[in-house]
């Protein structure tokens, strides 16, 4: 039944009805952009229907048509940074990876519809999830290096696992993947067009059969047997696979630039735009994941290396202040080129042991 106390001002929407529990992202006019409170309230309504008989499927999706979910409070962060105590920010980051880690071993399936921006934290309530749907509005990104920052919420993992160096590629650029995109990395299963997602969340609270078989009932009635067009990443394979397999970074871009595609020479441009030491952490944050056991395994490696980042590393307070705050998109890197970075530049990084750890 619906929560008698379901409010349309409350944060995340928590409701259930014919087997179907339903968490609805509640902030549109940021995107859905999550806190402390919104993590809160979804670990909560996970942990009341685990073992609720009532409760067989779980759906995520979020309000509005822009956005599932942007990401994280990054001026939260900002603010916490600048009042002198950056390890403040651990609460929010083991709160978070927790629900990370809570999503992707739920012993009920969890389907969420990354329709629109769906970005950083976002892709860690998506990314984990057992059916994972996207449209032809949906915008998916790890774009953590735009500020500094290196991928976490379990991003390193997923991306660890795309085909070929498309990981090391959309975790250094941080670009924007489309539905196509998304499902050729394995970060979707499924395309949906926007206008049938209402038929799509009453097939999943109708019907028999698991999670699985309503989706896969709903899609062989679909024209487009829920598949969007070619991915454009998967067609640029060859020089992303050949570039993104270099030792460094400074030797990914200067085979970037000894490549005769124009999107690799405007690639290597955008490589040296961004933070030399995000993009060295970022690189080896990516290739250790490789050989991670599993996603726990690879929140603790992120945590780690985001306390760092917080607590040792000016180049996060900065890109948050170029790109957020005083929006002049004119960061001062430390180095402030790819050239100046230390052959060990990530050590200190993957060294780095939080005062608190993730799980206690």
């Known amino acids: 039944m619906t929560d008698p106390a379901l409010s349309s001002e409350a944060p995340v929407l928590v409701r259930s009805s014919h087997g179907l529990g ?32 009532d409760v067989q499927i779980v759906l995520l999706d979020g309000a509005g048509d822009r ?59 998506a990314g984990h999830a057992a059916i994972r749907i996207v449209t032809e509005r949906s915008q998916l990104a790890m774009p953590e290096t735009r500020i500094g920052f290196t991928p976490d919420v379990g991003g390193s993992l997923l991306l660890a696992h795309a085909p070929g160096r498309l990981g090391e590629y959309l975790a250094l650029t941080g670009r924007t993947m489309d539905a196509a995109d998304a499902i050729a990395v394995g ?8 206008a049938d ?20 009932r709903f899609l062989s009635r679909s024209a487009d047997g829920g ?49 030399p030491t995000g993009l060295a952490v970022t690189l080896e944050a990516v290739r250790r994941a490789r050989d991670l056991p599993d996603l726990r395994a690879a929140l603790a490696q992120e945590y780690g290396l985001v306390l760092w980042f917080v607590t040792s590393q000016p180049d996060l307070i900065e890109g948050i202040r170029a790109q957020l705050v005083d929006k002049d998109r004119a960061p001062r890197w430390q180095p402030a080129t790819i050239g100046e970075l230390a052959a060990d530049a990530a050590a200190s990084a993957f060294a780095y042991r939080p005062r608190i750890g993730l799980w206690g």
């Open 197 to 216: 997602l209402d038929g799509l969340r009453g097939a999943l609270a109708t019907g028999p059969g698991t999670a699985a078989e309503r989706v896969s």
């Open 67 to 125: 956005g599932f979910c942007a990401g994280g409070d990054v001026r939260a962060l900002y603010e916490q940074i600048r009042s002198g105590d950056p390890e403040a920010a651990g609460g929010f980051f083991r709160a978070e990876y927790a629900l990370n880690a809570r999503i992707a071993e739920y012993p009920k399936p969890i389907v969420v519809l990354a329709d629109g921006v769906t970005m950083g934290g976002g892709i860690g309530l």
């Open 227 to 275: 598949r969007p067009r070619e991915s454009g990443l998967a067609r640029s394979r060859d020089w992303i696979d050949d570039a993104f397999s270099a030792g460094t970074v400074a030797d990914i871009v200067d085979r970037l630039r000894a490549r005769p595609e124009a999107a690799a020479s405007d690639t290597a441009a955008v490589l040296g735009e961004l933070s």
């Open 22 to 53: 339903h968490l609805t992202l509640n902030r549109p006019r940021a995107l859905n952009a999550l806190d402390l409170r919104m993590i809160g309230d979804l670990a909560a309504a996970l942990d009341a229907w685990e073992h609720d008989p």
């Open 187 to 194: 970060m979707a299963n499924h395309f949906v067009p926007s």
